[in-house]
DNA sequence: TGTACATCAGTGAACGCGCGTTCACTGATGTAC
DNA sequence: TGTACATCAGTGAACGCGCGTTCACTGATGTAC
C-alpha cells in the first residue's frame, strides 16, 4: 500500500470531524460534499471510499457524538457538578459556536426526517444524556424521578440554547440563557445564591 | 379582470397556509415549490405572481406566525389557564402533528439561517410568546422576574416537544412529554396533584 | 539487492436529477366605445 | 346593447445551476521474485 498503515481510518476520521462540525453550523441540508471533502482537503470523488452514501455520513456523525456523549460523561470530566454543566451549556461561548456544540440544539429538528437508523443513534445520544444528568442529580429520591427530573432540565437548557441562537436581539438572547441557567438550576433544586 | 375581486388574495393565503404546514412537516429545504404549489391547486409558475423569491415566502409564512400568535394570545382562547397552555403544548397530538404546531418547535434551526429579515420576524414571534406567557403568570413578582420565568417555561416545553419527536421510541418520548409538563407547572409554580 | 507487478486512497471529469427561476403564452372577464 | 380591446392570475416548457453519485484513471508504495 501506498499510505501507511491506518492513514485511511485517519481520513475517514477527519471526514466525520468536519462533517460534525459543518452540519452543526450549516445544517445537513446546507453541506454538500464537494464543499465538505475540500475543507477536509480531499477532493469530492474520494468520498466514496470511505462512505457509501451522505447518509451513511450523517449516521456516522451520530454515531460518533454518541462516542464523544458517553466518553465525556463516563470520565466525569464535565466539571463534576451538574451546576457547571448547565452554567457550561448554557454560555454564551456555545449559542455563538454551533460546530463544536450540543448536536441536539443544531440538528434535533433535521434528523427527525433522516433515516431509521440515524433516528435510533440519536435516540442513544438522548438516552446517554438523560442517563448522566440522572447520576449527577442528588440520589433523595426514586430513579424514576430523578430521570424525569433530569429530562426536564435538559428540554429547558436545550429549548434555551435554540431560542437564543434563532433570536436577533443580543439582549433578548443573553436574557433568555441567563432565564435557561436559572430555570435549570431551579429544576435541579440547587439554591442559588441569588434571591 | 377575469377574476372575481379579492381572488388573488384568497390564493395567496392559500399558498402561505400550505407553506406553513409543509415547511413545519418537511423543513424549508425540505420543501419544493413546484410540489407546493400542486398542493395547492396550483402550477409552479404561477408561483412569481405572488413571491418575488422562495426566501419571500419564507417571510411571509413567519409574519403569518407572528400575527397568528398576536391573535390566538389576545383573545386569550388559548385556554385562559397556563396550566392549560403547558397541556395543551405537550400533549401527544401536537408532537404527531407538526404540520399544525409550533413554528419554533419545527424551524427554530433551520430560520437562524435565513435572512436578516427572517430572523427579525421570528424574533418577534419569540417577544409575543414570552409577553402572552409572561400576563398569564401571576403578578406576586416584578415583571422582569415574570418574563426570566416565562423564558425559562417557554424553553423547557419547546425542548421537551423538540426532544420527544426526535427520539426513536414512543415510551421514552411519552416520559419526556410527561417531564416537560411537570417541569413547566413546576416552573410557573402551579402545584399539581401528585406529589 | 534490484526489477516487475499489484494495491488502493485519492483525483477530477462527467452523469442525471430536481431545484428555483424565467418567460411567452392563455383565456375569462372588466372596460371603452 | 354589441363589439374590440386591455388586463392579469395562472399555465407549462425551458433555463442554468449545484447537488449526490459514478467511474476511468493516477501514482506512490508494499510485495513477489
Redesign the pocket.
Known amino acids: 500500500?501506498?499510505?501507511?498503515?491506518g492513514?485511511?481510518e485517519?481520513?475517514?476520521r477527519r471526514i466525520v470531524e468536519t462533517a460534525a462540525a459543518r452540519f452543526r453550523k450549516d445544517g445537513?441540508?446546507g453541506?454538500?460534499?464537494?464543499?465538505?471533502?475540500a475543507e477536509a482537503?480531499?477532493?469530492?470523488?474520494?468520498?466514496?471510499?470511505?462512505?457509501?452514501?451522505?447518509?451513511?455520513?450523517v449516521r456516522a456523525t451520530v454515531a460518533d457524538a454518541v462516542e464523544r456523549a458517553r466518553d465525556r460523561f463516563a470520565s466525569k470530566n464535565i466539571g463534576g457538578s451538574l451546576e457547571t454543566w448547565i452554567r457550561n451549556y448554557l454560555r454564551a461561548g456555545h449559542r455563538d459556536h454551533p460546530e463544536r456544540g450540543c448536536i441536539f440544539a443544531s440538528l434535533a429538528s433535521e434528523l427527525g426526517r433522516h433515516s431509521k437508523t440515524t433516528k435510533a443513534g440519536f435516540t442513544e445520544v438522548t438516552d446517554v444524556v438523560l442517563s448522566s444528568i440522572e447520576s449527577l442529580l442528588p440520589a433523595t429520591e426514586p430513579s424514576a424521578e430523578r430521570r424525569k427530573r433530569a429530562a426536564g432540565i435538559f428540554s429547558t437548557v436545550m429549548g434555551a440554547l435554540q431560542l437564543a441562537r434563532a433570536v436577533n436581539d443580543t439582549a433578548l438572547s443573553d436574557e433568555i440563557l441567563e432565564a435557561g441557567i436559572a430555570s435549570a438550576l431551579n429544576l435541579a433544586r440547587i439554591k442559588t445564591t441569588a434571591s
Open positions: 500500500m501506498r499510505y501507511e498503515k492513514h485511511k485517519t481520513t475517514r445537513i441540508e453541506v454538500g460534499l464537494a464543499d465538505l471533502m482537503g480531499l477532493t469530492h470523488g474520494g468520498f466514496y471510499s470511505h462512505f457509501s452514501s451522505k447518509e451513511d455520513l
